[in-house]
């Protein structure tokens, strides 16, 4: 009985909001692993939930993420819906050394300076001090980098996704979020299948 009280005591605390956000995040994720164009308008949705609740949880960096989401949702379903006149499909590629090269500059330079802005910023913007400012901007940083890559069709974008969700797993717990949790460790999976059927995908390509 008390596991049962338990589950309603924690359920009671969980909102629709999140609920729906939760719902619409993991479809969206399935549909992109499953290469469906299908994914970019449900992850619109998602997306603009989570604007709410990272406000609501001072996640401030990850709510100026969604907003660069939503933008990256735009154009990935523009991209995804572009594909050349032979394929069934807009075709997977793999990451180039450029690629790797700028990715670690963009990390390493939004990190320090998005965690600095964000400590900084709260008080004059008479906000609540940001959680976790520095791990905050590091996930959002690789995120920023991830999304793209998700967007243009490279294989290697599933592979930044499961290290910084499991990241993520671990942020929303302590701030209390845990449907978004349970989300994250769900994505974490999801981006693993994912990456396998991507590079099947990409192996038949080559024949």
Not at 12 to 38: D, K, M, P, R, S
Not at 44 to 66: E, K, P
Not at 157 to 186: H, P, Q, R, S
Request: aromatic fraction near 18%.
């Amino acid at each position: 009985m008390q596991i049962i009280h338990a589950l309603q005591d924690w359920w009671q605390h969980q909102t629709w909001l999140e609920i729906i956000g939760v719902i619409t995040g993991l479809l969206c994720v399935y549909l992109a692993a499953i290469n469906n164009i299908w994914n970019w308008p449900t992850a619109i949705i998602s997306v603009g939930i989570y604007i709410f609740i990272f406000l609501h949880a001072r996640l401030y960096a990850d709510m100026g993420l969604q907003f660069y989401f939503m933008g990256m949702n735009i154009y990935g379903w523009y991209f995804w819906s572009k594909k050349p006149a032979s394929e069934i499909k807009t075709p997977v590629a793999l990451i180039t050394q450029k690629q790797i090269l700028v990715s670690i500059l963009i990390i390493a330079v939004v990190t320090p300076t998005l965690g600095f802005l964000l400590i900084k910023l709260s008080p004059i913007l008479h906000y609540t001090p940001a959680s976790y400012p520095y791990i905050d901007s590091f996930c959002t940083a690789c995120s920023l980098v991830a999304q793209v890559f998700l967007a243009r069709k490279v294989l290697e974008n599933w592979l930044i996704w499961i290290f910084v969700d499991i990241i993520y797993v671990g942020v929303y717990i302590f701030k209390g979020l845990d449907l978004t949790a349970f989300m994250y460790a769900v994505y974490v999976a999801i981006a693993a299948l994912g990456y396998i059927d991507w590079k099947k995908d990409y192996k038949k390509q080559l024949v």
